[in-house]
């Protein structure tokens, strides 16, 4: 994978790691909108309360549009040019469903400079690495169903280590992570491990899209309540649960070492 594309998935989970709460509480009302009354028809800026904490911010300039703080259209060539400056924060604009439909740039704080700055410098994993308060609690138990009708309920599953994926189709970084994610599951395969993808689409749209891309775990549709059973705020989340129902590891988003890190530690807990 080359840097080009390496940054672009860095900027791009800023908006997946720190999920849409935290996200509206950092933007505020851009200068621009000041400048111009009506700068897009039907659409507001989004503020606290309009988005679900669960909310997907799609930041693709090629689904969404995206818009400088004049209101000009970015060009899909200048997109990362612009985000690379580290200059600017996309704020969303939802219609009247509160469907995000583009994002207009403002400028960024010092301290979301210097995130932004972190992450391209490669600070991700030492975000990633950041201990989540989930880790040593007791997992929420859960009965979920799989495409194929076998059902999974986490208290039938002590004494296996289960590993979370929560992701959904529209998430870019959490399909480019299902290649590694498969390769996981070939290398335990035959072991006392159960991976499992919680995914917040319906179960005809994963089917769809199992016909294109190829997902090796077992995949559970209308998964948003499991997701925020668990305090999910950012796509994708991985987390693995111990043999005695305890989380042992959490971690937000995609960064070069996430296979590495996975295959770490469900083959420590495997082999206590």
């Known amino acids: ?109 010092p301290e979301e400079k210097a995130m932004m700055q972190k992450m391209q410098q490669g600070g991700m994993m030492d975000m990633e690495s950041e201990k989540s308060e989930l880790i040593g609690t007791k997992a929420s138990d859960f009965e979920v169903e799989d495409l194929k009708g076998k059902k999974y309920k986490l208290s039938d599953l002590i004494g296996k280590v289960v590993v979370l994926n929560f992701w959904f189709i529209e998430c870019k970084p959490c399909v480019m992570e299902m290649p590694d994610l498969n390769e996981l599951v070939k290398e335990f395969k035959g072991m006392e491990v159960i991976f499992l993808g919680i995914a917040t689409n319906q179960k005809d749209q994963l089917k769809k899209f199992l016909k294109k891309t190829k997902f090796d775990y077992k995949l559970v549709a209308n998964g948003l309540s499991i997701s925020q059973s668990f305090g999910v705020t950012g796509f994708p989340t991985n987390l693995i649960i111990d043999q005695n129902g305890i989380i042992q590891y959490v971690s937000l988003g995609i960064g070069p070492k996430n296979k590495e890190n996975l295959f770490n530690e469900i083959n420590q807990l495997i082999n206590k």
């Open 1 to 109: 994978m080359n840097s080009f594309i390496k940054t672009y998935i860095l900027l791009f989970g800023l908006f997946f790691m720190y999920g849409t709460n935290r996200f509206l509480s950092q933007t505020s009302k851009s200068d621009s909108i000041k400048k111009n009354t009506n700068p897009l028809p039907g659409l507001k800026l989004a503020g606290p309360g309009d988005l679900s904490p669960n909310t997907p911010l799609m930041l693709d300039p090629m689904s969404t549009p995206i818009y400088d703080e004049q209101f000009n259209l970015i060009p899909q060539a200048d997109f990362m040019k612009v985000m690379m400056s580290n200059d600017f924060i996309p704020e969303p604009y939802i219609d009247n469903n509160k469907s995000v439909k583009a994002f207009v740039l403002r400028k960024a704080s």
